[in-house]
């Protein structure tokens, strides 16, 4: 039972920001003149006038303890315990539990009364952490009262180099609320420590992100698609090259949560797209131990390594989605990964046919990596709604461009040789007399995402694990 309430007598919860309870002061001071009464004020301790026992509760200490879901709420005890209640204005009901005085004469039967302060938005999780039992199982770690919880977190290593959120319980408790899966659910191993990872520790590092909780089916989906075997997130993470994982979403959840798939979607800006990457980045810092410089041994990295995820533009419903494409039903949410590097522009402002334009794009293809390199790594091409309109315009679907920029990315084998055209990199020489293919079958992922203006699309290159397809690919997952 709560300080300061009566072991046998009545409590009501109110506020005076509700119009159901100021209907009621006076049947709450005829309550308090016929016996034990005490008031519970969640925004006035100077409300309701003419009680005696009235108590300050703008903390909601008691009101989360009494477990009050609407105001007014009118609770009977008897020997310490609650043994009646009724929530709102109900006369008969009313007068049922605390006697004749609460009949209220002059007053209408009946109105509902307002919501409780104590389960406003993010209130709830506030008082659970404060008053209750938060049922967290990461270990707490205390920051003094003179101390910056951001430092704290820099000095514990827990950044990847930029400002995280601190995760506190309330944060916690409140990003495991975007879920309906369990806290301890353990999601998978993380490389490369390969240490269990429950949901919880997803949501800690979903909040150090900046996620919002309506994030988490995203980022679980995004962290289940990274840990399918044939990502090989443990030999991405340890490799020399520059590659990391490569975020795209599809279906109606991007819409839902804001992600951007237009203008400057693979830029700064938008919160979905910047931290639902960098969840599953820090994911793999802090549960794994995936640090820079020890296992993490890119000679240069690129900038998407904070992150680097982004949405593909559904709006034309002739275009096949590339999670669709790749086998998830359509309307379904997925996310798709792939071991990318940095953005390569792509510049075409001349070609006007789509022929024209897939020799051009298939020119700028052949650099990914290096132009004598063959079936060393895939790509992903985003092609802006410029370029697309070409081939729309055209009557080309997905599956026409792909065949065609297929065709248009084979090479003698004599022009990619080693030490052809005076270069030595470049394939083995047994391979002079054959017809070479840039990238492996459905190595080339297109996606469609950027602003209506310019004639620039983006080349976006793999990583040269790739090239052991049984072995390594982008991967595709539904998200539940």
Not at 149 to 167: N, Q, Y
Not at 206 to 224: D, Q, R
Not at 265 to 286: D, F, H, K, Y
Not at 301 to 314: L, M, Q, R, S, V
Request: hydrophobic letters at 40%.
């Amino acid at each position: 039972m709560p300080d300061g309430l009566p072991n046998d007598g009545l409590v009501i919860v109110a506020k005076r920001d509700c119009p159901t309870c100021v209907l009621v002061e006076p049947v709450m001071q005829s309550l308090d003149r016929a016996g034990a009464l005490a008031v519970v004020s969640q925004d006035d301790p100077g409300f309701p006038a003419g009680v005696r026992a009235v108590i300050d509760d703008r903390a909601l200490e008691r009101s989360f303890h009494l477990d009050v879901e609407a105001v007014p709420t009118l609770i009977r005890f008897a020997g310490g315990r609650e043994v009646e209640r009724t929530v709102g204005w109900d006369r008969a009901e009313w007068v049922r539990v605390a006697g004749a005085a609460a009949a209220g004469d002059g007053l209408p039967a009946w109105q509902p009364g307002c919501g409780s302060r104590s389960v406003e938005p993010g209130v709830r999780e506030t008082l659970i952490a404060r008053y209750g039992d938060p049922g967290l199982k990461s270990r707490s770690i205390s920051v003094g009262n003179w101390d910056d919880p951001i430092e704290a977190c820099f000095e514990r290593g827990w950044s990847d180099g930029l400002p995280v959120v601190p995760p506190t319980d309330e944060r916690i408790l409140r990003m495991l609320g975007g879920t309906e899966r369990k806290p301890d659910e353990v999601v998978g191993l993380i490389p490369p420590n390969l240490a269990p990872c429950t949901v919880e520790k997803v949501a800690i590092n979903a909040v150090m992100a900046g996620c919002k909780p309506e994030y988490m089916p995203v980022v679980l989906g995004v962290l289940e698609a990274a840990l399918d075997p044939l990502f090989v997130l443990h030999g991405l993470l340890c490799t020399t090259h520059f590659s990391g994982p490569l975020v795209i979403i599809n279906g109606p959840i991007a819409r839902a949560i804001g992600m951007n798939s237009g203008t400057n979607a693979l830029g700064q800006g938008n919160r979905a797209n910047a931290t639902i990457g960098r969840a599953l980045q820090l994911i793999v810092r802090n549960v794994g131990g995936g640090l820079p410089g020890a296992i993490d041994r890119a000679t240069l990295g690129n900038p998407g390594k904070y992150t680097f995820c982004f949405a593909e533009d559904e709006s034309d419903p002739a275009w096949e989605p590339l999670s669709v494409r790749r086998g998830i039903a359509p309307g379904k949410n997925a996310v798709t990964l792939f071991h990318g590097e940095g953005v390569n522009g792509f510049i075409d402002q001349k070609s006007r046919t789509p022929e024209e334009l897939v020799r051009s794009l298939a020119m700028g293809l052949f650099g990914v990596g290096h132009p004598k390199l063959c079936g060393a790594g895939n790509a992903v091409l985003v092609l802006s709604p410029e370029h697309y309109l070409i081939f729309k315009e055209a009557g080309w679907d997905r599956r026409r461009l792909e065949d065609a920029l297929f065709q248009a990315l084979k090479r003698p084998g004599r022009d990619v040789i080693r030490g052809a055209h005076d270069v030595p990199e470049g394939m083995p020489p047994s391979m002079a007399d054959q017809v070479v293919d840039k990238f492996q079958p459905d190595g080339l992922l297109i996606v469609r995402a950027g602003g209506e203006a310019g004639l620039f699309s983006a080349i976006i290159g793999g990583w040269p694990g790739q090239s052991v397809r049984d072995e390594c690919q982008a991967v595709t997952h539904e998200i539940r």
